[in-house]
């Protein structure tokens, strides 16, 4: 099956850095791909939608300067929270949809998702 | 716009007792249906998806759930459960045509007890 892989699965970083997650879509391209917000208990929010060679689209009420994206490449996204601060500390999940013709299965395939926790 | 309710934020139930996990969900468009379960710092796994067709669907784990769509329903049934089902539970929608955009739900935590 179509697998996704989130790196780093934890990741721990003092206040005012910034931190870079990679989501990889392994054995399919993905020409979009979402990245999700959860915190503790709650459900997943969309955060913005990645497309490849070209700029994401953030949903109402997350700073793009913060949370930036790329999607350079069919198979890679990347998630970068820039000067972090602890309100930052979330779970991070991203999902990719393969890029088929035609396709309309309707589903994205998710990645085991990047615990974030700010100091 | 789509929106999805899931009414019980837990259901507590004993093991081999059958299970039901509800959805709700609000669109003026045509829509897919998704339940994920998601264990503890994992990331989702499918269980069943809706697109069309016959509204009983059969998903992976002995999950399956039932398309209603006078009552905009998708609940999740198990007949059987066992303590490896504990987990949290997410019913997502998203449209039929467009950019793949799931909404989801606020997710149910099922503890099944011994």
């Known amino acids: 099956g179509a697998v996704v892989s989130q790196h780093p699965s934890w990741v721990i970083c003092k206040s005012g850095t910034s931190v870079k997650i990679e989501c990889r879509s392994l054995d399919f391209q993905a020409t979009t791909m979402f990245w999700y917000r959860q915190f503790p208990k709650q459900s997943l929010m969309l955060m913005a939608t990645s497309n490849e060679g070209s700029k994401a689209t953030y949903e109402q009420g997350v700073e793009k300067d913060k949370f930036l994206i790329n999607h350079a490449s069919l198979t890679l996204s990347t998630l970068t929270v820039t000067s972090a601060h602890p309100e930052d500390s979330s779970f991070y999940i991203c999902s990719a949809r393969p890029s088929v013709a035609g396709d309309r299965t309707g589903e994205l395939f998710f990645g085991e998702g990047s615990r974030l926790t700010v100091l | 716009a789509q929106s999805v309710t899931q009414l019980d934020s837990q259901v507590p139930v004993f093991e081999e007792a059958p299970v039901e996990l509800r959805c709700n969900y609000s669109?003026?468009?045509?829509?897919?249906l998704f339940w994920y379960v998601q264990y503890p710092n994992q990331g989702l796994q499918l269980l069943l998806k809706?697109?069309?067709?016959?509204?009983l669907v059969k998903g992976i784990n002995g999950f399956e759930a039932e398309f209603n769509k006078s009552q905009t329903s998708f609940h999740l049934r198990k007949p059987s459960v066992h303590i490896s089902d504990t987990a949290e539970y997410f019913c997502?929608?998203?449209?039929?045509?467009?950019?793949?955009?799931?909404?989801f739900g606020t997710g149910t935590r099922l503890k099944v007890l011994a």
């Open positions: 669109s003026s468009v045509s829509v897919y």
């Open positions: 997502a929608v998203s449209k039929s045509t467009g950019a793949y955009k799931y909404i």
């Open positions: 809706y697109l069309s067709g016959s509204t």
